[in-house]
């Protein structure tokens, strides 16, 4: 689920039962942000293209990029946009991290958007049932 106010893009991820922050007020980079797994982003609008940079990853393993390994030099940029014939949110991205990688990684994904409340994605759940608990 995407929520937009003027200043401040949140995403909240379903699967992973997170958040994350994108500030839109025009701030810059920090130049020693507090890590996180989700890393610190500021973002711009280049007309109907949100352009992201993030930074201040806590370093370890890039499990959605698929298991890379990443320090806390690793900087992101995203391109985020809208697929006009489908409504699918695209999102091309580049990674630059100078102490494990001699080039960028580089890709891009699709997202089908709905309108679905927001839920999150319990893995221990199956059938309404919680597997942990003795039968």
Request: some cysteine; proline content about 8%; aromatic content about 10%.
């Amino acid at each position: 689920k995407i929520v937009q106010t003027p200043r401040l893009l949140v995403i909240l991820s379903e699967r992973e039962v997170t958040y994350r922050q994108i500030f839109l007020d025009g701030r810059a980079l920090p130049q020693d942000p507090l890590p996180t797994w989700k890393g610190y982003s500021v973002g711009h609008w280049e007309g109907d293209i949100l352009v992201v940079d993030t930074v201040g990853f806590e370093p370890g393993v890039l499990i959605p990029l698929g298991g890379i390994l990443h320090s806390a030099q690793m900087h992101a940029t995203e391109r985020f946009s809208l697929d006009a014939a489908t409504g699918a949110l695209l999102r091309a991205y580049r990674a630059e991290d100078p102490t494990f990688w001699k080039g960028p990684y580089i890709g891009q994904d699709r997202m089908v958007l709905s309108a679905q409340p927001y839920s999150p994605y319990h893995c221990v759940e199956l059938s309404g049932k919680n597997n942990l608990r003795p039968q």
